[in-house]
């Protein structure tokens, strides 16, 4: 079983960049589909982006392509999704999640393990 843990949310501007990781125990995430969700405030939660457990497939939703950018650091054991020109409407919890040698899916239902979730919140 694997435990995950978000950090790096924070308070940042409209176009501001904001980098969260997603570090891994108990298991290593080399073997891992990484997936990044989040959730807003009276919303349901809803997909970002997403990595393969090879890395070979890497998709993400149509509202942060070309912004966000999902990655993965074996060595440390941690993940990454890096922001960038960040808009108020990205505001919400960002959640991790991990399947082992799972598919780069965009359903929550999908992945068996979770992180407690970071804040963003990006001001206009």
């Known amino acids: 079983q694997v435990q995950l843990v978000e950090s790096g949310g924070g308070l940042v501007q409209t176009g501001d960049s904001l980098r969260l990781s997603c570090a891994a125990s108990g298991h290593t995430l080399s073997s891992y589909a990484m997936g990044w969700f989040r959730q807003a405030p009276g919303k349901e939660r809803e997909f970002v982006v997403a990595i393969s457990w090879s890395g070979s497939t890497i998709r993400d939703a149509d509202s942060v392509k070309g912004r966000f950018t999902i990655s993965r650091d074996n060595a440390k054991n941690t993940a990454y999704l890096q922001m960038n020109s960040l808009k108020p409407e990205d505001t919400a919890v960002y959640y991790c999640?991990?399947?082992?040698?799972?598919?780069?899916?965009?359903?929550?239902?999908?992945?068996?393990?979770w992180g407690q979730g970071t804040q963003v919140t990006v001001s206009s």
């Open positions: 999640a991990g399947k082992r040698y799972g598919a780069a899916s965009r359903s929550e239902y999908d992945y068996d393990y």
